[in-house]
């Protein structure tokens, strides 16, 4: 494993358009839209990549008959050197790179449903892609609330948000999201309660991330959140973009309710440290 410099990111730029799923959070930093890092077998003539976001979701892909960064990624995901401080998420294409971890990995994988304590380092769980369905969206019954104000984020509205699915994790900073973003956030009798942004824009695409404070949960926030920013998608000719793990019933749940069908279900490996 080799760490690209960035001005060689554009050596990826063809390979990860073969990518057949959900993938804007590694094109963000291949396309050097917000900071990242990747890894490839060779930089001259790289095969195999290694896309990191600064979130933490991560994109294997690329030649997966490729032994010797095999073996040193297996050192990486596993962390036997402490290379890595966080957790990651992972995706990996083409499909035959998911026999080649179970190998690689061995013992030290769990399903999720199986786990049972921080020991099992490679966590497997499912990713679920899905499609925006705008007729099921147009006729979803909006009640109004005179409590409630749904407002443009804004650079305080960027830096207060608490959580951890919030703008300031999955863009570089707020000037970068204040231009190059959007989102809207929800107020309940002046609090800040939820946030609907986009965590990605991609040509005519958009990948929404949600938060809403603990506070204020299961109270239909996040629904009207959510509502506010497909409706900007629509008059601006986006795509509404959703992606979650399976085992996120909340997110997955909402998705259903606002017009998305679930349409791709994939592995995802947890790298616990």
């Avoid at 003539?45 to 960064?69: C, Q, R, S």
């Avoid at 990995?105 to 925006?132: A, D, P, Q, Y």
């Avoid at 409630?148 to 959580?163: A, F, L, Q, S, T």
Wanted: glycine share 4%; net charge neutral.
């Amino acid at each position: 494993m080799i760490l690209l410099d960035k001005k060689d990111f554009y050596k990826v730029i063809e390979s990860i358009k073969s990518v057949a799923f959900n993938n804007l959070f590694a094109r963000s930093v291949v396309e050097c839209k917000v900071s990242g890092k990747i890894y490839v077998d060779n930089i001259k003539n790289p095969k195999t990549y290694y896309v990191i976001h600064p979130y933490g979701m991560t994109l294997l892909f690329g030649d997966w008959n490729n032994h010797e960064f095999n073996n040193k990624f297996k050192n990486y995901a596993l962390n036997l050197n402490n290379i890595r401080a966080k957790n990651e998420w992972m995706q990996v294409f083409p499909n035959e790179w998911n026999d080649v971890l179970l190998k690689l990995f061995n013992n030290s994988i769990v399903k999720s449903e199986n786990k049972i304590n921080e020991t099992e380092i490679i966590e497997l769980n499912t990713r679920v892609n899905f499609k925006f369905n705008h007729s099921k969206y147009m006729i979803i019954e909006e009640n109004t609330n005179p409590c409630i104000e749904i407002v443009r984020i804004d650079k305080d509205i960027y830096e207060n948000m608490p959580g951890t699915v919030v703008p300031k994790y999955f863009w570089d900073n707020k000037e970068d999201f204040l231009k190059n973003g959007i989102g809207f956030s929800l107020i309940y009798n002046s609090q800040l309660a939820a946030t609907a942004f986009s965590s990605y824009i991609h040509e005519n695409k958009l990948e929404m991330g949600i938060e809403t404070v603990g506070n204020f949960r299961k109270m239909g926030f996040a629904e009207k959140v959510c509502c506010a920013l497909i409706n900007y998608c629509i008059e601006n000719n986006y795509e509404p973009v959703w992606s979650c793990r399976l085992q996120n019933t909340g997110s997955y749940k909402l998705a259903k309710k606002i017009g998305f069908d679930p349409i791709l279900e994939l592995p995802y490996y947890v790298m616990n440290v």
